[in-house]
Nanobody, 116 residues
């Protein structure tokens, strides 16, 4: 069982930056692929970014490429999402997720609001 706790959300103006963190419990963090997803009001949850177990491979949604960076620190059981050049359309609840093949574990989410 893995528990995930996100933090770092908030209100920011367009063009600003935020760094989200997701702290994981348990001793098997390094065995999981980690991902970030988001859900805007009235929309379905969508993929944002993912990072492989070793951190050597990353993947991004087209909408965030070049603006967001996912990283992980396996010694701290933490995954990060650095978000730069934020846009109002990035407003959503952001969730981190963990899994070996599928995303089996999810955090409770953190709200990110980008004002224009």
């Amino acid at each position: 069982q893995v528990q995930l706790v996100e933090s770092g959300g908030g209100l920011v103006q367009a063009g600003g930056s935020l760094r989200l963190s997701c702290a994981a419990s348990g001793r098997t963090f390094s065995s999981y692929t980690m991902g970030w997803f988001r859900q805007a009001p009235g929309k379905e949850r969508e993929f944002v970014a993912a990072i492989a177990r070793s951190g050597g491979s990353t993947n991004y949604a087209d909408s965030v490429k070049g603006r967001f960076t996912i990283s992980r620190d396996n010694a701290k059981n933490t995954v990060y999402l650095q978000m730069n050049s934020l846009k109002p359309e990035d407003t959503a609840v952001y969730y981190c997720a963990a899994g070996e093949t599928l995303y089996d574990y999810w955090g409770q989410g953190t709200q990110v609001t980008v004002s224009s």
